[in-house]
């Protein structure tokens, strides 16, 4: 496929898109029936399904019975930790093996044209992005992800929270299962404006951030304090009338998910004409610029709301560029105003 008819190319090399990106239509001014329901179609497909699509998938074939769930006991914990990883295993390495390794598809639609491999650093783990982000994602990051899906099966199983029954309550799972990625939205953003605050940076979130060219096993490499607040999110589902399917569907929307925001391409050819759009922009430029872009993808349009969205053109570029001003000349105010005396 030609990128440049979708976008384009610096000198540097580096590709951005031509449409900025957009809050959810219902959040504009003026949208008509066919934008929302186009919106609609790309909201379900192909990521969110695929998601609910596995959580199907586990519950029928991978939760054991409940009585099992009952008892907290290594040996379904480890099977659940077995088959994450596989899972991750399986489709973050696809990703990376195909568009990382083979490079099918060289730069096009690559934001950062440099790929990982090209830049070794002293920040990561044997100098090695990926091999960085690879251990960090399976020996720290796979293991609090099953252990959080742990708990909440046994707490399911033991009747702790408020879990309610497909049979008397499908409209509002039904609800809730549509609004699972709006409960992602508000969790992310909250916990992302937490470790961004200067001393939770420094000591936890800059282990993420140290891949500013993130690619797909950036998606879980964190710091453990990262993790454990990262997959917190499903714990919501002890507090509001959930079921087990739903929370896993959760639960692969932010484990399998994490790859989305960093695939590092805007599209992801599958053949000569064909493409799946990554929905990886908004999360790129916040690996890029840092404080812009907390949230997702403008679902629930929090960083638009707060002044940290950052539409890909330049007049957000110019807009982030005053923000940040702004910002050192409040720094060196205050730094004047401490100052002592002469």
Same mark, same amino acid.
């Given at each position: 496929?030609?990128?440049?008819?979708? &976008?384009?190319?610096?000198?540097?090399?580096?590709?951005?898109?031509?449409?900025?990106?957009?809050?959810?239509?219902?959040? %504009?001014?003026?949208?008509?029936? %066919?934008?929302?329901?186009?919106?609609?179609?790309?909201?379900?497909?192909?990521?969110?399904?695929?998601?609910?699509?596995?959580?199907? $998938?586990?519950?029928?074939?991978?939760?054991?019975?409940?009585?099992?769930?009952?008892?907290?006991?290594?040996?379904? &914990?480890?099977?659940?930790?077995?088959?994450?990883?596989? &899972?991750?295993?399986?489709?973050?390495?696809?990703?990376?093996?195909?568009?990382?390794?083979?490079?099918?598809?060289?730069?096009?639609?690559?934001?950062?044209?440099?790929?990982?491999?090209?830049?070794?650093?002293?920040?990561?783990?044997?100098?090695?992005?990926?091999?960085?982000?690879?251990?960090?994602?399976?020996?720290?990051?796979?293991?609090?992800?099953?252990?959080?899906?742990?708990?909440?099966?046994?707490?399911?199983?033991?009747?702790?929270?408020?879990?309610?029954?497909?049979?008397?309550?499908?409209?509002?799972?039904?609800?809730?299962?549509?609004?699972?990625?709006?409960?992602?939205?508000?969790?992310?953003?909250?916990?992302?404006?937490?470790?961004?605050?200067?001393?939770?940076?420094?000591?936890?979130?800059?282990?993420?951030?140290?891949?500013?060219?993130?690619?797909?096993?950036?998606?879980?490499?964190?710091?453990?304090?990262?993790?454990?607040?990262?997959?917190?999110?499903?714990?919501?589902?002890?507090?509001?009338?959930?079921?087990?399917?739903?929370?896993?569907?959760?639960?692969?929307?932010?484990?399998?998910?994490?790859?989305?925001?960093?695939?590092?391409?805007?599209?992801?050819?599958?053949?000569?004409?064909?493409?799946?759009?990554?929905?990886?922009?908004?999360?790129? $430029?916040?690996?890029?610029?840092?404080?812009?872009?907390?949230?997702?993808?403008?679902?629930?349009?929090?960083?638009?709301?707060?002044?940290?969205?950052?539409?890909?053109?330049?007049?957000?570029?110019?807009?982030?560029?005053?923000?940040?001003?702004?910002?050192?000349?409040?720094?060196?105010?205050?730094?004047? &105003?401490?100052?002592?005396?002469?």
């Amino acid at each position: 496929m030609d990128d440049l008819l979708y &976008g384009t190319r610096d000198k540097r090399g580096d590709w951005k898109p031509n449409a900025p990106l957009e809050v959810a239509p219902f959040w %504009r001014r003026a949208f008509d029936a %066919r934008t929302l329901g186009h919106w609609f179609i790309g909201y379900l497909w192909p990521w969110n399904a695929f998601h609910m699509a596995t959580a199907l $998938l586990y519950w029928f074939f991978i939760i054991p019975d409940v009585e099992t769930l009952r008892s907290l006991s290594w040996g379904w &914990g480890l099977w659940l930790l077995l088959v994450n990883s596989a &899972g991750i295993f399986a489709m973050y390495g696809a990703v990376e093996l195909f568009y990382y390794v083979k490079r099918r598809q060289e730069t096009r639609f690559k934001f950062n044209h440099r790929f990982p491999a090209e830049n070794p650093s002293d920040v990561f783990w044997f100098k090695s992005q990926n091999l960085d982000n690879f251990l960090r994602s399976f020996l720290i990051g796979i293991p609090i992800w099953t252990l959080t899906e742990v708990l909440m099966l046994w707490a399911w199983a033991n009747t702790w929270g408020n879990w309610v029954d497909w049979s008397t309550h499908w409209p509002w799972l039904v609800a809730l299962t549509l609004l699972v990625p709006a409960i992602h939205e508000l969790h992310f953003f909250a916990i992302h404006r937490l470790i961004h605050t200067p001393t939770l940076y420094k000591w936890i979130h800059s282990v993420h951030h140290n891949s500013i060219n993130p690619s797909p096993w950036s998606s879980l490499s964190m710091h453990p304090v990262e993790h454990v607040l990262y997959f917190a999110e499903i714990v919501w589902h002890l507090l509001i009338p959930s079921h087990p399917v739903v929370m896993l569907f959760n639960s692969h929307a932010v484990g399998y998910g994490a790859i989305n925001g960093h695939i590092g391409f805007d599209k992801l050819e599958v053949s000569d004409d064909a493409a799946i759009d990554s929905h990886a922009y908004a999360h790129y $430029l916040h690996h890029k610029y840092f404080e812009v872009n907390y949230g997702a993808d403008g679902l629930v349009p929090l960083d638009k709301w707060f002044g940290t969205w950052h539409d890909g053109t330049k007049d957000a570029d110019e807009q982030m560029k005053a923000r940040f001003r702004a910002k050192k000349e409040r720094a060196r105010a205050r730094k004047a &105003g401490a100052a002592p005396a002469e």
